[in-house]
Every structure is written in C-alpha cells, then in structure tokens.
C-alpha cells in the first residue's frame, strides 16, 4: 500500500519537473522560437520562426511519454504520444545517446508536444576509409609522429574540450574551409577524423 502511494505520488512530481525544466524562463520556445544548441546552424538552415528542438538525445520515459533533449547544456523535455510520428527509428527505447534528433512541436498549457521526431540517420563511410577501435588505439600508442598522421576531432569546440583522444586537434565540421591549415602538408600522411559517433 505505501509503495502503491509512493508511486502515485513521485510521477506527478516528475511530470511537473519535465514541464519546468521544457518551458523554463530559458526557453526561447516561450517566445515562438526554436530550440537549438548552440552550433546546430553552423551546418542546418532553418526557419527560426518554425518550431523545433534540436539536440542530442538524452532520455525517455515510458510510462510518462517524455523525451528529454539535451539542447546544448540544458535539458528539454517534450511530451510524445501515439499521434507522434517518429521517423529513422522504431520505438524511443532504441534511441541512444549517439542520436542527434530534430523535434516538430506545438506549445499547450502543460508544456511541449513533440509532433514529428526526426532522428539524424548514420553517416554511410565506406568500409575501407573505417578504423576499428584497436587499430586506432594502436596509432594513437604509436603517437603522430611516428605512426605519420594526422588526428582531427570534427565534433563542435565545447565537446572537444570536454574530451578527446590524445594528440587530437579540433576541426569542427562547420570551419573545415578555414582550418586547412591543420592538414598535412605532406600527401602521403594519413588524416584521421572522427566525431561523436554514426551520426
């Protein structure tokens, strides 16, 4: 009986703290503006009138039907429904945090409602321009001076400086044509990208 009141209790709860943290002061979705990280339209044009959260995937609840979206440093939580279509993905629980997703949605009293959510399909590499994980981790133990090549992190600037491999240097997607410098100059060095993951 108490676990059953317990229950009843946390989930409103919960639901109230998805709403505030969606529809907080911070959000730009107040003001009939999108939701985007702060490098989305570095590769993207979109409308910033039309109404979209775009961002990486961080979690969903089932039984609450709430997406939440971390939308540069902040979560966004958008509620979901059977009406929801969802497009390069099955069900929500095969969502990963690799998952960029670009969410359709309407405002209402309680909060967001996801109308379309667009999950960004894996980038096609063919199989001989790919590095398995032990291959990389040898070159990266033989260090780019030996091993001669050349190591670029294509991720955006504050991911980069959240992490990255060892000898790395940063060449966002975005600025390739301004950062040429950190090719090699010499042509039969190998360059080596990589980025948050498929996506």
């Not at 969903?60 to 979206?69: E, F, P």
């Not at 966002?172 to 040429?180: G, I, S, V």
Request: charged letters at 20%; hydrophobic letters at 35%.
């Amino acid at each position: 009986m108490k676990s059953k009141y317990c229950r009843l209790l946390v989930w409103p709860l919960l639901l109230a703290a998805g709403l505030f943290y969606g529809t907080g002061p911070a959000g730009a979705a107040e003001e009939g503006k999108s939701l985007w990280g702060p490098n989305c339209l570095n590769c993207h044009n979109y409308d910033p009138k039309a109404k979209l959260i775009l961002g990486d995937f961080q979690s969903y609840s089932r039984m609450a039907n709430l997406l939440t979206v971390k939308v540069g440093p902040r979560p966004v939580v958008v509620k979901v429904s059977s009406q929801t279509k969802l497009e390069n993905a099955k069900t929500y629980g095969d969502l990963t945090g690799d998952n960029a997703l670009k969410i359709a949605f309407e405002e209402k009293p309680d909060g967001l409602h996801a109308q379309k959510v667009t999950v960004k399909p894996p980038l096609k590499v063919p199989a001989n321009q790919l590095l398995s994980t032990k291959d990389m981790e040898k070159l990266v133990a033989t260090g780019p001076e030996a091993g001669k090549f050349v190591l670029l992190d294509s991720r955006p600037a504050y991911r980069f400086q959240e992490e990255r491999i060892p000898g790395a240097q940063n060449m966002p997607l975005p600025a390739f044509d301004k950062l040429t410098n950190l090719l090699p100059q010499d042509k039969g060095k190998m360059v080596v990208f990589y980025c948050q993951g498929s996506t």
